[in-house]
């Protein structure tokens, strides 16, 4: 028998939501072959199943939010098959509990209601800290909320979606009463009749839509960020001219033998992992009083999702030249749109770069993918007018934006590692092929 387990999806993942089970008990299953589908705000992917055999027990059911490494489903072996129809054997003790009942007509009607203020009142139920935090923001009474994740189990999900509920009608009923309050006796069957049609006007002009998974979980990913560290940007604008001559000279080339357009980005990742080589604390972390400094230098690539974010990770990045970055970038990306990526590709990140240049943007300030300590965000490369040597020369420029942690990173010092990477990028002299 083979435990099938909840992945970490990235270091500061605790729990992901089970979106969708692609086998159904009784099912075969091969090793490897897509098993179940998964949603945090790193990834939204396919998990295979760990080993070849027979679906022969689910223990999380679709929607539930669970806990990393908690056991979601069972494996067996192909002669382990007729096993769960053993436990299916079991209703004969059913009817037992089943006539228990009817001598003590009288008794039912108390038992239903204690066991629902006991786990509304009980802390150590099943429930994740982060229901209980959001149940006591939110003052709600869990013994209220229908859970849906496994065994009952009451999710986030559910509680958000009480909260919403509870809130919706709130406003309208409030006026509903109000109103016959000052008015005389025979007027109140008249006065609900106004409120009621009024009441429906407003929400014809809204529409009300419940976040997916991975955007809720980016929400929460982007609030961590903010409240762990504190976010400080510094812009530098770069020459890109070398670069883009160098791009130019190549790119038709590199297409016909790589089968790729060769971008901008893969410069600015070879300048920045040298960078990162000359200042290693950007390449490090926090952990309490203590700073980890990564010997290995895995870089984080943004990727724009059509529903959301996620930063897949090019592992020894140092290792790679400009060819072999733009080839990871270009990989990673498409695997990440087509929902592939595998759990240890979107782990282990120790820096990271946003290339919002992309969508036209000139600069923004991104925010940190924690635990890392600094993000660098690359602009539009445009050409500009630019003043040299007191005269006037077109030349292609671009905005590197990089936000970084004031716990850790003084302004002087991120100027300073800047400063690095618009130098090499500015003498670019690397050939690319």
């Given at each position: 028998?083979?435990?099938?387990?909840?992945?970490?999806?990235?270091?500061?993942?605790?729990?992901?939501?089970?979106?969708?089970?692609?086998?159904?008990?009784?099912?075969?299953?091969?090793?490897?072959?897509?098993?179940?589908?998964?949603?945090?705000?790193?990834?939204?992917?396919?998990?295979?199943?760990?080993?070849?055999?027979?679906?022969?027990?689910?223990?999380?059911?679709?929607?539930?939010?669970?806990?990393?490494?908690?056991?979601?489903?069972?494996?067996?072996?192909?002669?382990?098959?007729?096993?769960?129809?053993?436990?299916?054997?079991?209703?004969?003790?059913?009817?037992?509990?089943?006539?228990?009942?009817?001598?003590?007509?009288?008794?039912?009607?108390?038992?239903?209601?204690?066991?629902?203020?006991?786990?509304?009142?009980?802390?150590?139920?099943?429930?994740?800290?982060?229901?209980?935090?959001?149940?006591?923001?939110?003052?709600?009474?869990?013994?209220?909320?229908?859970?849906?994740?496994?065994?009952?189990?009451?999710?986030?999900?559910?509680?958000?979606?009480?909260?919403?509920?509870?809130?919706?009608?709130?406003?309208?009923?409030?006026?509903?009463?109000?109103?016959?309050?000052?008015?005389?006796?025979?007027?109140?069957?008249?006065?609900?009749?106004?409120?009621?049609?009024?009441?429906?006007?407003?929400?014809?002009?809204?529409?009300?839509?419940?976040?997916?998974?991975?955007?809720?979980?980016?929400?929460?990913?982007?609030?961590?960020?903010?409240?762990?560290?504190?976010?400080?940007?510094?812009?530098?604008?770069?020459?890109?001219?070398?670069?883009?001559?160098?791009?130019?000279?190549?790119?038709?080339?590199?297409?016909?033998?790589?089968?790729?357009?060769?971008?901008?980005?893969?410069?600015?990742?070879?300048?920045?992992?040298?960078?990162?080589?000359?200042?290693?604390?950007?390449?490090?972390?926090?952990?309490?009083?203590?700073?980890?400094?990564?010997?290995?230098?895995?870089?984080?690539?943004?990727?724009?999702?059509?529903?959301?974010?996620?930063?897949?990770?090019?592992?020894?990045?140092?290792?790679?030249?400009?060819?072999?970055?733009?080839?990871?970038?270009?990989?990673?990306?498409?695997?990440?749109?087509?929902?592939?990526?595998?759990?240890?590709?979107?782990?282990?990140?120790?820096?990271?770069?946003?290339?919002?240049g992309s969508f036209g943007s000139i600069?923004?300030?991104?925010?940190?993918?924690?635990?890392?300590?600094?993000?660098?965000?690359?602009?539009?490369?445009?050409?500009?007018?630019?003043?040299?040597?007191?005269?006037?020369?077109?030349?292609?420029?671009?905005?590197?934006?990089?936000?970084?942690?004031?716990?850790?990173?003084?302004?002087?010092?991120?100027?300073?590692?800047?400063?690095?990477?618009?130098?090499?990028?500015?003498?670019?002299?690397?050939?690319?092929?």
């Open positions: 028998m083979t435990d099938v387990v909840m992945p970490q999806m990235g270091e500061s993942i605790v729990e992901g939501t089970l979106t969708k089970w692609l086998k159904k008990p009784g099912d075969a299953v091969e090793r490897d072959e897509p098993l179940f589908e998964i949603s945090t705000d790193k990834v939204d992917t396919e998990i295979p199943s760990p080993a070849s055999g027979v679906l022969s027990e689910v223990l999380a059911q679709e929607g539930a939010t669970v806990q990393v490494n908690s056991v979601v489903a069972r494996i067996s072996d192909g002669a382990a098959a007729p096993a769960p129809a053993a436990p299916v054997a079991a209703p004969a003790p059913a009817p037992v509990v089943v006539e228990a009942p009817p001598p003590a007509p009288v008794a039912p009607p108390p038992p239903p209601p204690a066991p629902v203020m006991e786990a509304a009142l009980e802390p150590e139920g099943p429930l994740s800290p982060l229901v209980r935090k959001i149940a006591r923001e939110n003052n709600v009474d869990l013994g209220k909320v229908a859970g849906t994740g496994a065994g009952g189990r009451i999710t986030k999900e559910d509680v958000l979606a009480y909260v919403a509920s509870a809130s919706a009608p709130a406003p309208v009923a409030t006026p509903v009463y109000a109103a016959p309050a000052p008015i005389a006796a025979p007027a109140p069957v008249a006065a609900p009749a106004g409120p009621i049609p009024g009441a429906a006007a407003p929400t014809a002009k809204t529409r009300i839509e419940k976040m997916s998974t991975m955007r809720s979980k980016i929400a929460e990913h982007m609030v961590h960020s903010m409240n762990t560290s504190v976010h400080v940007t510094t812009v530098h604008k770069v020459d890109m001219t070398k670069v883009a001559k160098m791009r130019a000279k190549h790119k038709d080339a590199f297409a016909a033998q790589y089968g790729m357009s060769l971008t901008f980005l893969p410069f600015v990742a070879r300048a920045t992992v040298e960078a990162l080589r000359q200042f290693p604390i950007f390449n490090a972390s926090i952990e309490g009083p203590n700073i980890i400094f990564h010997n290995e230098i895995n870089l984080g690539i943004a990727v724009a999702l059509e529903n959301g974010l996620i930063v897949p990770v090019i592992s020894a990045a140092d290792e790679k030249n400009v060819v072999g970055l733009q080839k990871s970038i270009v990989d990673l990306a498409a695997r990440a749109r087509a929902r592939q990526l595998k759990p240890n590709e979107v782990q282990g990140g120790t820096f990271s770069i946003t290339n919002f600069f923004a300030t991104p925010i940190i993918n924690q635990p890392q300590v600094a993000i660098l965000g690359v602009g539009a490369v445009e050409k500009l007018p630019v003043i040299i040597d007191d005269a006037i020369a077109i030349r292609s420029v671009a905005h590197l934006a990089l936000t970084f942690d004031h716990r850790l990173i003084d302004g002087a010092l991120a100027d300073q590692f800047t400063q690095k990477v618009k130098q090499i990028l500015e003498n670019w002299s690397e050939e690319v092929l």
